[in-house]
């Protein structure tokens, strides 16, 4: 059974930078394209950004396009996503997800995916 776990979720202020990160304790990435998506309360769970084993696929939703970054160590078999300017209506619950092959057809489609993490609560306040 495959174990993802996040961490680095909190509460900041408009325009403030977040740091998450994801692990798989005991277990390698490869060759699997990993993904964060987050849910707000009351939503469905959407997409945030994707990215490939190699890293030269990555993919972002419009929203976070110029603002959030995300990147892998293989070596370490951590993922991560950093969060600048960060805005209230970037408050969720952010997943990350491991999807079942290296490329999926749809990256943003949730059902590309196969194991995902508890989640870590991401608060901006205004």
């Known amino acids: 059974q495959v174990q993802l776990v996040e961490s680095g979720g909190g509460l900041v202020q408009t325009g403030d930078p977040l740091r998450l990160s994801c692990t798989t304790p005991?277990?390698?990435?490869?060759?699997?394209?990993m993904a964060w998506f987050r849910q707000a309360p009351g939503k469905a769970r959407d997409f945030v950004a994707g990215?490939?084993?190699?890293?030269?696929?990555?993919y972002y939703t419009d929203t976070v396009k110029g603002r959030f970054t995300i990147s892998r160590d293989n070596a370490k078999t951590t993922v991560d996503l950093q969060m600048n300017s960060l805005r209230p209506e970037d408050t969720a619950t952010y997943y990350c997800t491991r999807a079942r092959k290296s490329v999926p057809g749809d990256p943003y489609n949730a059902l590309e995916y196969d194991y995902w993490g508890r989640g870590t609560q991401v608060t901006v306040s205004s």
């Open positions: 005991g277990h390698s990435f490869a060759p699997h394209l």
């Open positions: 990215i490939s084993w190699t890293g030269n696929y990555i």
